[in-house]
């Protein structure tokens, strides 16, 4: 197992001022060291995490951190800035920050070492040490644990202080889990269990990171007083913990305020708010501003978590498949779909049997689609006793022909159900075969009688209705559309905007026509724009952009032309009052011209790659062209204009320019 830091990936003394070219600097000794492959992809994926949520921290750490296919080994890369870094924290800037890269499939052993590093980060003899350290092989030894640090020093601390005069302690069990899972996570969990034992209240925690998810023993659970769910995803198995007060927030406020939630989980435990999982949807937060789960959120909030939930699951199926059937039309032409089965009819040395084989199997896993959305949602909503509803349910809208939008409502449907059942008190023989047995059974009854008797058909004339509508869109229409489509795609380049419309069109592949495919083809031209237009804006008019800006923009040309929207984010987050406006009249520009073009798609991904399955791909790619270069004038001219304006508005400081630049402007 190689060393997770050396000397060589430590910088004592970082002179970037910026997140981004901080992030630049400490990844590029992680390519010198051949930890990293590729320094413009591993650092999109750091940018793609920095937008998720800030990685900085009270206390005067920054934390950037990613998983990613171009890290070859799990690594850690430190520097300490003498000016201080903004990564986000509302403390002000940090001095220490960790470049933290993971690998795609990175195996326990070293993602506990992480976890182990970001628990030490709580602790402020340990901060202090990184400080004041003077020597890089001292240092990354400190890091990497080899060198005593105050807690190892003495004796294992006191965790039952509140036990010495003979009383019970409070007790608490934490739930912590986000995004990523590699750091928040566990620092949460050390900033929770801390500050329990400064209470003096009994703090176990489950930590649900990337280094395993062990669950707390049901007796612990069952002790308990209360409950904190610390947490920027779903909390797994949701329903151990039923019948206990609960406090419900973002990860980021279990490490930046564990005193306040443990006095919270007091206060409701003693005016005995008992929060089942059942009535947990309706409870509301003490309110932290950090984020909290999505239970306890707003109900269109909620909403879209659960959408977004099947969505994401459903997104490989239809990649795996759209690209299979995409493929075999390129090699046996579209009416291969009427082939007679390979399993019966294959001719090893036949392009027909071969492209045959390729759209059968496309077909199989595209068949899974409004299952696996229907089932996915369900599970958002009720968690694993709501899987077999929401399959069952998926399944009857594809019998019933009521298609994607089938799917939405079944899992909706499914969800709702399984919550409803939850809310059933039962007997506590009963409660060990509820999730396994009695609610897969009860629920998939009702929603199949649902789905098939009551709005079923209802769901299959509106579709049929959409479908129509989308055949007959023509002129002003369709362009009307692939303007919606193209505002969607670029505002928020891979958020829920975005997924919705994407959501949108792969939906209508499932069962496709030429409304369906023209909406395809639009949502990933729309798609393709931002990235594009930033990759010609840095290369026309670099002057505007500063030097990491420049770099990321030459990574933005491959990442657009991959349909990869998300590569324009680092520059969002940069400037995104000149940047989105600009990109989104872009996107809106492709999206109307595709429309009004024509063009088609089959495949759900791809970009330029799979120009030859795109109908009308030379006018599909004036579309594209003409997008990016509408996007590239607005976002040059507004960067222009703020480059121009008067020194004394205190403009000329921040147009991302140079240093040199801004000294002549002082």
């Known amino acids: 197992m190689s060393e997770l830091i050396t000397a060589e990936l430590v910088d004592l003394d970082l002179s970037a001022t910026t997140k981004d070219a901080a992030a630049r600097s400490l990844a590029e000794a992680m390519v010198a060291a051949h930890r990293v492959t590729d320094l413009d992809g591993f650092l999109a994926d750091v940018a793609a995490r920095e937008a998720q949520m800030p990685t900085g921290l009270d206390g005067g750490i920054g934390i950037p951190h990613c998983r990613s296919e171009h890290v070859n080994a799990p690594t850690l890369a430190f520097g300490r800035s003498a000016a201080g870094i903004d990564f986000g924290a509302a403390d002000g800037p940090a001095d220490l920050v960790f470049l933290i890269a993971a690998p795609a499939g990175a195996d326990d052993d070293h993602l506990t070492i992480l976890s182990g590093l970001a628990r030490r980060l709580m602790d402020p003899e340990f901060t202090a040490a990184l400080r004041a350290g003077t020597d890089p092989a001292a240092v990354a030894a400190l890091i990497r644990g080899e060198e005593p640090t105050p807690e190892a020093e003495g004796t294992e601390p006191e965790t039952e202080t509140a036990e010495a005069d003979g009383s019970v302690p409070f007790r608490i069990v934490a739930v912590t889990s986000c995004p990523t899972g590699i750091a928040h996570t566990y620092m949460a969990a050390e900033s929770l269990a801390a500050a329990g034992h400064a209470e003096g209240v009994e703090v176990t925690v489950e930590t649900q990171g990337s280094a395993g998810f062990k669950k707390l023993d049901a007796g612990v659970i069952a002790a308990a007083d209360a409950v904190i769910w610390a947490h920027d995803v779903e909390v797994r198995e949701k329903a151990r913990f039923r019948g206990k007060p609960l406090v419900d927030v973002g990860v980021k406020a279990g490490i930046n305020r564990p005193a306040e939630l443990i006095a919270e989980a007091r206060r409701k435990a003693e005016r005995g708010e008992i929060a089942a999982m059942s009535e ?37 199926f239809v990649a795996a498949g759209g690209l299979l059937i995409a493929l075999s039309f390129a090699i046996g032409g579209y009416e291969i779909a009427s082939a007679k089965s390979v399993a019966d009819h294959f001719v090893w040395g036949e392009a027909d049997s071969w492209a045959a084989l390729l759209n059968q199997i496309g077909s199989a896993a595209f068949a899974f689609l409004v299952p696996v959305l229907a089932g996915y949602i369900a599970y958002g909503m009720a968690d694993r006793p709501a899987l077999v509803p929401g399959f069952v349910g998926g399944s009857i809208a594809l019998t019933v022909n009521a298609g994607f939008l089938g799917g939405l409502v079944a899992g909706l449907l499914a969800g709702a159900v399984v919550m409803a059942i939850q809310r059933v008190p039962v007997h506590a023989t009963l409660r ?56 969607m795609m670029c505002f928020d380049m891979g958020g829920p905007l975005n997924k919705v419309a994407y959501a949108f069109a792969v939906g209508g592949l499932a069962d496709p026509t030429d409304g369906s495919l023209k909406v395809m083809a639009a949502v990933m031209a ?21 030097k990491t800006e420049r770099e990321n923009g030459r990574a933005a040309w491959v990442l657009g032309a991959s349909f990869i929207t998300e590569g324009a984010i680092p520059f969002a987050a940069a400037d995104p009052l000149r940047v989105i406006p600009s990109v989104m009249a872009g996107g809106a520009v492709t999206g109307a011209l595709s429309m009004a073009f024509g063009a088609t798609l089959r495949a759900p991904h791809g970009g330029v790659f799979v120009v030859p399955l795109i109908g009308e791909p030379f006018l599909y790619l004036l579309a594209i062209a003409a997008g990016t270069l509408v996007a590239t004038a607005l976002v040059v001219l507004l960067k222009g204009a703020r480059r121009a304006a008067p020194d004394a508005a205190g403009e000329a400081g921040a147009t991302g320019s140079d240093d040199s630049r801004v000294t002549v402007a002082a």
């Open 280 to 316: 947990a949807d309706d409870a509301t937060d003490s309110g932290d501003g950090d984020g909290s789960g999505a239970d306890h959120a707003h109900f269109g909030v909620r909403l879209r978590t659960y959408l977004m939930s099947g969505v994401s699951y459903m997104v490989p």
């Open 432 to 487: 060990g075969i509820m999730p396994v047995l009695v609610i897969p059974l009860i629920a998939s009854a009702v929603v199949g009688f649902l789905m098939f008797i009551v709005v079923g058909k209802p769901i299959a004339s509106l579709q049929n209705a959409l479908t129509d509508w989308l055949n007959g869109l023509s002129g002003s229409n369709a362009v009307i559309l692939g303007v919606v489509l193209g505002l």
């Open 526 to 546: 729309a798609g393709m724009v931002p990235p594009l237009a930033m990759a010609l804006a840095t290369t026309v008019r670099k002057k505007l952009f500063t």
